[in-house]
């Protein structure tokens, strides 16, 4: 019984670790057990620093530097290991203003372009930081950022050096104050494309960072979270291909009615992102029914039908330029209207997405 557990524990963490690109997602894999602080760099296997900050590693193989530790307590949140970094520092005597760390990450694959991933960072604010803030941001690139300086990464600079980045932030109208627990940072983002690095951290200046004081320590005047469990996964979208027609599989309306039913929402919601992530397409909506009833009646009919799906996208967001609707009735079946499993494989409705420039 032990050995079929076991193999179950293995079985299951290999699949949940398969769905994660991150590689080390924990910081659990490292050279050497941390002894003293800024021992993440080059320690903690497929992670770096981005700048010349002293990012933190800690691990519970060392009970100085582990759960117990001069930032604080705090459990990590998954395994033995988890990462600090400063995320706003005020020194009026020091010569490095905006002083900032980060944690940066390698992708086990590059990311695919506007392809959909899930973001899920944990973090923790530490015990003994004076200041909580409400802004944290994630950023893919395709090389890793290497500032050499201390001070914070602006990613306007980025922008002039004609890096490709993807930035996911995290900003909310309160701030993270939460200490005795972790505190899950979680958004979708749409991929640029070929990004291989995730850089984490906080990359405002000290005059843009919205901040609260919450602790009276004397030195160092800052605010410092715990970070672990890194995770991107690929979302399951469907791909549509351009110029290609497609049936509705569950886009159901009752008897000579043109309101959609509930059961129909889940498969639009999926047209509807997808269109939402690809702004280079429009998309024509065609509805059709039996022969059973008149010919007036079944035009009107499919084109109403047809009509309420183009205004259920249009009400989720789609730009009403971007979609056309058409009603075809009876003239175009897909077989004999010989029996009633073939009726109802005519009453559809079908679509098809086309590139704007083809149009």
């Not at 296997?45 to 930032?71: E, M």
């Not at 070929?194 to 919205?210: D, H, L, M, Q, V």
């Not at 672990?228 to 008897?255: C, E, G, H, R």
Request: include cysteine; hydrophobic fraction near 35%.
């Amino acid at each position: 019984m032990k050995l079929k557990i076991t193999l179950l524990f293995v079985l299951v963490f290999g699949i949940i670790n398969a769905q994660n690109l991150v590689i080390n997602p924990s910081f659990e894999e490292y050279k050497k057990c941390p002894k003293n602080y800024s021992e993440f760099n080059n320690n903690v296997l497929s992670w770096t620093t981005a700048n010349k900050g002293t990012s933190d590693y800690y691990n519970n193989c060392n009970t100085t530097f582990g759960s117990f530790n001069p930032r604080g307590f705090q459990n990590p949140q998954n395994g033995d290991g988890f990462a600090g970094i400063v995320t706003y520092y005020e020194d009026r005597y020091s010569a490095v203003r905006h002083y900032r760390e980060y944690v940066q990450g390698e992708l086990k694959t590059p990311l695919l372009k506007n392809k959909r991933y899930s973001l899920k960072i944990r973090i923790s604010l530490a015990d003994e930081s004076n200041f909580a803030i409400n802004q944290l941001s994630a950023v893919f690139l395709e090389h890793p950022i290497n500032i050499k300086t201390k001070s914070f990464i602006d990613l306007k600079n980025l922008k002039k050096d004609s890096v490709i980045y993807s930035e996911v932030s995290f900003k909310k109208d309160t701030y993270f104050t939460t200490k005795k627990n972790w505190v899950t940072l979680e958004k979708n983002f749409i991929a640029k494309g070929n990004e291989k690095y995730i850089c984490f951290g906080n990359f405002n200046s000290n005059e843009a960072t919205e901040k609260i004081k919450i602790g009276k320590y004397f030195l160092p005047i800052e605010s410092y979270y715990f970070i672990d469990n890194i995770k991107v996964s690929p979302l399951d979208t469907q791909d549509f291909l351009a110029n290609n027609l497609y049936a509705f599989s569950n886009v159901l309306f009752d008897f000579d009615k043109v309101i959609l039913l509930s059961s129909s929402l889940k498969e639009l919601d999926k047209l509807y992102i997808h269109l939402k992530e690809n702004k280079h397409l429009n998309i024509e909506i065609y509805g059709h029914t039996d022969n059973v009833g008149t010919l007036n009646r079944n035009e009107e009919l499919s084109l109403q039908r047809a009509q309420s799906v183009s205004n259920y996208l249009i009400n989720k967001g789609l730009k009403k330029e971007r979609i056309q609707w058409f009603g075809f009735g009876s003239s175009k079946p897909l077989v004999e209207n010989s029996s009633e499993d073939n009726r109802a494989k005519n009453r559809r409705v079908e679509f098809k997405l086309i590139e704007k420039n083809k149009i």
